[in-house]
């Protein structure tokens, strides 16, 4: 089976799912395997929905710094809230220190609603929520499938220890994230967009803009562009997941580096991030493959929730 690739990241056509399930079943699974990317195309969210959720998110990140502030990410309890561009990001594995120039928000969906957020940017809260809504229903769609690709015995394995999908009062930490990269007006030297990272939930949902940027590591430690296409969202494996399938499914280190050419850099860039995360008391243990170890053994034996929250406070920002 070939499938279609851009610059060696597969894409898959995920149109009338449900009659060709068993064909997007085996090509999803083959192009986690590999490159634990996918382009998904052909997927069913409404076009209007993502554009309204980048034109609202655009309004967000206008206001002023102090008046963004005053919702700052809360890293104690819920992780909902806004990150200031330039902050300096800790990486473990190499123990360097770069600045990153970008800023976020993260929108908490669960009892997303009693979550804070700025007035004075219109829309953003609607449209954010919009948007969680159509990523849900698809998240539901893609964990019945990887359910189905790993040849569980039982078929809903996944999508029970996700009830946050359907159910807003489970506790989870699953998030919608709307990032915004300021255009490069200076020198940017021990900078970058978005240092080098695997995610750290199931999988992460990513719609982007059409400036680039976004980059993927192969397994031979190549970095290849995930050039954007039109309408796609790109799909990645995170840690959690790469544990849950005994190393099956990769989880990719990805960045987002300052394009080369002037023109682009004078375009700020956006994108958001739906980070599909198991409910906060799952234990996840290799359901295939038990005896190779956990590519993050420091995590094994802790809920779901743990692992976020020390995966999180492990890279915080100085
Ligand atoms: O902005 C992007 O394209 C990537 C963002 C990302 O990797 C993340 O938020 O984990
Ligand atoms: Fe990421």
């Excluded at 809504?133 to 539901?140: D, G, Q, T, V």
């Excluded at 080098?196 to 590591?217: M, S």
């Excluded at 190393?247 to 739906?274: C, M, N, W």
Aim: glycine letters at 6%; aromatic letters at 10%; charged letters at 25%.
């Amino acid at each position: 089976m070939k499938i279609p690739t851009s610059q060696g990241i597969p894409i898959v056509d995920m149109s009338q799912h449900t009659t060709r399930w068993q064909e997007i079943v085996r090509e999803l699974r083959q192009a986690l395997q590999y490159t634990g990317f996918v382009y998904l195309v052909n997927h069913g969210i409404p076009e209007h929905i993502v554009n309204c959720a980048f034109q609202q998110s655009v309004k967000l990140f206008a206001l002023p710094l102090e008046d963004k502030m005053k919702f700052e990410r809360d890293l104690d309890d819920t992780f909902h809230g806004y990150t200031k561009p330039g902050l300096k990001v800790i990486n473990p594995r190499s123990n360097t220190c770069l600045k990153e120039l970008r800023e976020s928000f993260d929108c908490n969906i669960y009892n997303g609603s009693s979550c804070p957020y700025p007035e004075d940017a219109g829309d953003f809260k609607p449209a954010m929520h919009a948007l969680v809504s159509e990523c849900k229903e698809l998240a539901i769609v893609i964990l019945k499938m990887l359910g189905d690709a790993l040849d569980l015995s039982d078929q809903d394995y996944f999508l029970r220890h996700h009830k946050c999908l359907w159910k807003e009062t489970v506790p989870n930490y699953t998030s919608l994230r709307s990032l915004f990269y300021p255009q490069i007006t200076e020198d940017i030297s021990g900078a970058i967009r978005f240092d080098e990272h695997t995610d750290y939930g199931t999988f992460t949902l990513l719609f982007q803009d059409d400036v680039g940027g976004l980059e993927v590591k192969t397994q031979d430690g190549k970095w290849i562009p995930a050039t954007p296409i039109p309408g796609s969202i790109v799909v990645n494996t995170g840690d959690l997941l790469n544990s849950w399938s005994g190393g099956l499914y990769a989880s990719t280190f990805h960045r987002v580096v300052v394009p080369q050419d002037e023109y682009r850099k004078q375009k700020p860039r956006q994108s958001i991030a739906f980070f599909v995360k198991p409910d906060n008391d799952t234990v996840v243990a290799p359901l295939v493959n038990p005896e190779i170890p956990s590519k993050i053994p420091e995590f094994q034996n802790i809920t779901a929730g743990e692992h976020f929250k020390q995966r999180t406070m492990s890279t915080r920002r100085t």
